[in-house]
């Protein structure tokens, strides 16, 4: 009796926080004046700058995929069946674009490329890229240098899997390298790459911090930037926003079912009952050659190009002197800390948001996973999918819903408003972080030792604090830390929902860049750049000390 109302609290806890809030938007665009009617969101969406935005995102989500394949794909090759997947330091390498939050990222290629940038003072003869790279050609290439990590690593596993025996089969029998490169080797990764490239084109559309920063300086609208401005500016229409919205949940939902069946159909089991060793191809030294400068080149274009511009920028004393010798200083950061109180309240805030929204979930995340394994099968499931749903849907999303529900029932909670509706917003957007950590750790426990400890006469919650708890404590902290350095430069929930001159690093980066600062906004950004991954890196320690 006890466990079945358990696990009634956990489906209504999780339906309040994160259900009802999308029923809230599906709601807002349908009902008009407590009457259905999808006469105005049908209007929303055939009016012609939103059919019009409809067909950017999605073309803007496949030439991303397009483009991030082409430099994903090489590199996936290169680091898991040459000679230079020994070098295991470009898998951290290449995980920082993809860890720099890239509406930092996009604002550096916006001060390098732009007239008068750090471009033309250092290179001149070349000023004729500047149009060229303001434009969808641009936004494609820093949106894909972005997301090129997330691919590369998926196909790098999926290659590592493919066993040697098969390449050497098809040798054997006289295929050439491209002969067995086009016939065996990708037909076997097709499944693998579908899954990347549709987990791509989602985070592509559902992103929000790039077309914000640099799409909207070529007039490029996109799903997530007119949710944002129906809601945000004036007239605020949130039947529109609502509608919108609603479109892109149903695109989101028909891809991860899409992926979902590639899982179960189209995926081969590689690895068998026998060994095999992994067989290095040793490139020629042309070949090895064009290996090291495509490395090289990525490298440059996804972090060098965009961090330099970002640190630079935050070390120059007068923009209209540039990028020169003298123009250099600290003074930024200095004000940053002595003159500016709106910059160490945004820090403050910051910090604050996201110790806060991690431990809290922490603490929720642990309790369902421990409801989930012990409860029935369909009913865990249902739980565990419920409290997945915000990984699988854009993080705007979710936040217009938190607006329009807790908006709907401000007398009875009354947050909306405060900073704890921020709270509870980044709570929702990465409680799923923590059950993912929780639910890998637990799973690895042997339920001898948990029996062990009941037999030996302990009570439920002496197992969990004595057994249990110690077990999965390395999933709670990587769970409290992944959630704190995201928390800690999140952008989408701050500049919907944050309270009245509220700002967070993120919201103040962007002011600072659009109000002319460029000086401490970059300081703010380098901050938080230094930010996250010192707290990855201790991410990392933290984990392998646990190991240990």
Excluded at 145 to 163: I, Y
């Amino acid at each position: 009796m006890r466990r079945k109302v358990m696990m009634s609290v956990f489906v209504a806890l999780l339906a309040f926080l994160i259900l009802c809030p999308l029923l809230s938007i599906f709601a807002e665009a349908v009902f008009q004046d407590g009457i259905f009617s999808l006469g105005p969101a049908i209007a929303t969406i055939r009016e012609s700058e939103n059919a019009a935005m409809i067909g950017s995102s999605l073309l803007l989500g496949l030439l991303v995929v397009i483009t991030s394949s082409v430099i994903a794909l090489p590199l996936a090759y290169i680091f898991s069946r040459t000679q230079l997947a020994r070098y295991r330091f470009f898998d951290v390498i290449f995980m920082i674009p993809f860890m720099t939050p890239p509406y930092i990222a996009s604002m550096g290629w916006i001060l390098f490329m732009q007239k008068r940038g750090l471009m033309q003072q250092l290179f001149p003869s070349l000023s004729f890229i500047t149009d060229h790279f303001f434009s969808l050609g641009g936004l494609v290439l820093v949106m894909s240098f972005h997301v090129f990590p997330f691919m590369m690593t998926m196909m790098k596993n999926a290659m590592l899997s493919v066993p040697s025996s098969l390449d050497e089969a098809g040798a054997v029998l006289g295929a050439t390298f491209p002969t067995r490169l086009r016939k065996l080797f990708m037909p076997l990764l097709t499944g693998n790459y579908a899954i990347g490239a549709l987990l791509v084109f989602v985070k592509t559309i559902s992103e929000y911090g790039t077309p914000s920063t640099l799409g909207r300086r070529i007039g490029f609208e996109v799903f997530t930037t007119d949710i944002h401005r129906y809601a945000t500016v004036a007239p605020i229409e949130f039947g529109k926003s609502a509608s919108l919205a609603s479109v892109l949940v149903g695109i989101c939902l028909l891809i991860w079912m899409l992926q979902n069946y590639i899982t179960m159909k189209k995926t081969y089991s590689l690895i068998g009952g026998k060994g095999g060793a992994m067989h290095i191809r040793k490139l020629s030294p042309p070949a090895l050659a064009a290996a090291v400068a495509f490395i090289v080149l990525v490298i440059f274009f996804s972090m060098v190009i965009p961090l330099f511009s970002v640190i630079s920028s935050s070390l120059i004393n007068l923009r209209g002197y540039g990028f020169r010798s003298g123009n250099f200083t600290l003074g930024n950061y200095v004000r940053l800390f002595t003159e500016d109180n709106q910059g160490t309240g945004a820090l403050a805030v910051s910090i604050f948001l996201a110790i806060s929204s991690a431990s809290i979930a922490a603490i929720l995340g642990t309790l369902i996973v421990m409801a989930i394994r012990r409860t029935g099968r369909r009913t865990g499931q249902a739980i565990e999918a419920m409290a997945l749903l915000p990984e699988m849907l854009p993080s705007i999303v979710l936040v217009l819903g938190i607006m329009l529900f807790y908006n709907a029932i401000y007398k009875l909670i009354p947050i909306y408003g405060t900073i704890w509706i921020m709270v509870l917003s980044y709570v929702i957007l990465f409680l799923p972080y923590t059950v993912q950590y929780v639910s890998s750790s637990y799973s690895q426990i042997s339920h001898s030792l948990l029996a062990a400890g009941r037999v030996s006469g302990g009570s439920p919650a002496y197992v969990f604090i004595h057994v249990t708890l110690p077990l999965i404590s390395r999933g709670i902290i990587s769970g409290w830390m992944m959630t704190f350095i995201i928390a800690f430069r999140e952008l989408v929930t701050p500049s919907l929902i944050a309270p009245t001159n509220t700002l967070t690093v993120s919201t103040y980066i962007i002011r600072q860049f659009e109000q002319g600062s460029v000086g401490k906004g970059m300081s703010m950004a380098v901050i938080c750049i230094l930010f996250s991954t010192v707290s990855l890196l201790f991410l990392n320690k933290v984990i392998l000390r646990k190991r240990h």
